[in-house]
């Protein structure tokens, strides 16, 4: 009987053994736990940062806890759509981006000169180049682009906030012939005289030109010149 009673002290004393070693693993789990999550939530209050953001050319300064461009916009109140311009990419990590752009589509109008035909294209594109080509005339450099009447390059980056109208002239392709020896020039000039001071062909008194300089130009017009030479009396 006390045999008994002694094994039976013995397993109870194991048994308990057993539960306080676990319950000190599980307590080591449980504070390993609460310090990951209280880790976890000082991170994401420190993790907030201010960015500077602009929406349509307006710029404001927003304060966000966002992990990307996208979650930063959305967070704002602008959540990217279908069209939108974002930069920069709306899947880029923000901790990569000193400030964000948004651009929302807006209406273009495209002037074809010299027929006068107006094309529209809505986009949020901002150089002349990508708004040309997204309205299929595939520009060229030498072609002539006005921006709400105002000379622009191909790849001038254009106001966001602003209605834009354009105005595009496609170059064209004339011969000029220089006492014998024959050039060829592109140009969206608006006459004969501009096509030659724009190629730095100097017309002077004593010259001879085929065409009058006020010539409107057109695809494959062909020009003689023939300089004058100083001579002795």
């Known amino acids: 009987g006390k045999r008994g009673t002694a094994a039976g002290v013995t397993a109870g004393a194991g048994f308990s053994v057993t539960i306080l ?9 449980l504070l390993a736990g609460f310090a990951l999550i209280g880790a976890a939530a000082a991170g994401y209050l420190l993790m907030a940062r201010t960015i500077p953001m602009t929406v349509d050319g307006v710029t404001t300064t927003i304060k966000t806890r966002a992990l990307t461009v996208r979650g930063a916009l959305r967070s704002a109140g602008y959540p990217p759509q279908e069209g939108d311009l974002v930069i920069p990419a709306a899947g880029e990590w923000l901790s990569r981006a000193a400030s964000i752009e948004l651009v929302h589509p807006r209406e273009v109008s495209i002037e074809l000169d010299p027929s006068g035909e107006v094309i529209k294209v809505t986009t949020a594109s901002l150089t002349p180049m ?22 622009a390059g191909l790849n001038d980056w254009l106001d966001a906030g602003i209605v834009l109208a354009l105005r ?19 140009s969206a000039a608006d006459d004969l005289g501009g096509a030659l001071v724009d190629a730095g062909i100097e017309i002077i008194k004593g010259d001879r030109v085929s065409l009058d300089l006020s010539t409107p130009l057109e695809e494959g017009l062909v020009v003689e010149i023939r300089k004058g030479r100083p001579f002795e009396i």
């Open 21 to 29: 070693t676990k319950i000190r693993k599980y307590k080591w789990l």
């Open 130 to 151: 990508e708004i040309l080509s997204e309205a299929e005339l595939e520009p060229a450099e030498e072609d002539l682009v006005l921006v709400n009447g105002q000379p």
């Open 168 to 186: 595009y002239r496609r170059a064209v392709t004339l011969e000029i012939d220089i006492d014998g020896e024959t050039r060829t020039l592109r």
